[in-house]
Structures are given as C-alpha cells and as structure tokens.
C-alpha cells in the first residue's frame, strides 16, 4: 500500500505498519477526536492548570519499538512516499 492507502485504512478503524521501519512491532493507530473531555486535576491538562472542557482533536499515534505509545505522530517523507505500508488489523 501507499501511504494515502495507509490513512484510508487509519481511517477505518486498521492497525498499520511498514515492511521498511527498522525495528519489528511498530504500528501506527488514529485516534479519533472526543469531544468535551471532562478535565480532572490529575491529568495533564489539569496539572498546568486547565480548567473547562475540551475537545481532544484525531491525532495518530505510534507503538514504538520499546512498547510505548506515542501520540502524535508525523511521518517522515520516506514515511509518506513509502509503497510498503500493511495493514496488520
């Protein structure tokens, strides 16, 4: 697949990864927008003291090769010109 294949299949609710990433069990996931997210003093957002609800936008994010997530994704332009993307779910 290519990468605008890629983010239909993000967008369908699929896991993906690329054949070319370096290191094995990285995938990416898109995570859709929530709306009016409820802010409690022990969150993060609460912690720099933010107080009103708020809508949390769609963002990807990856399994990184240690086991993380990272939110927030942005591919490289080897990531975006790539033709070999998979779907893993």
């Known amino acids: 697949m290519n990468f605008g294949q890629a983010l239909e299949a993000l967008k369908s ?6 054949k070319g990433w370096n290191r094995k069990g ?7 927008s929530s ?4 802010i409690s003093e022990t969150s993060a957002y609460g912690a720099v003291g ?7 936008n769609a963002h990807i994010d990856i ?8 939110p927030g994704w942005i591919p490289a332009q080897a990531d975006i010109l790539a033709e070999d993307w998979e779907k893993i779910s």
């Open 50 to 56: 933010l107080t009103c609800d708020v809508t949390i």
């Open 35 to 38: 709306s009016h997210e409820t």
């Open 26 to 32: 990285m995938w990416l996931m898109l995570v859709k």
């Open 13 to 18: 609710g699929k896991r993906v990864t690329r």
């Open 63 to 70: 399994m990184t090769a240690t086991g993380s997530m990272q």
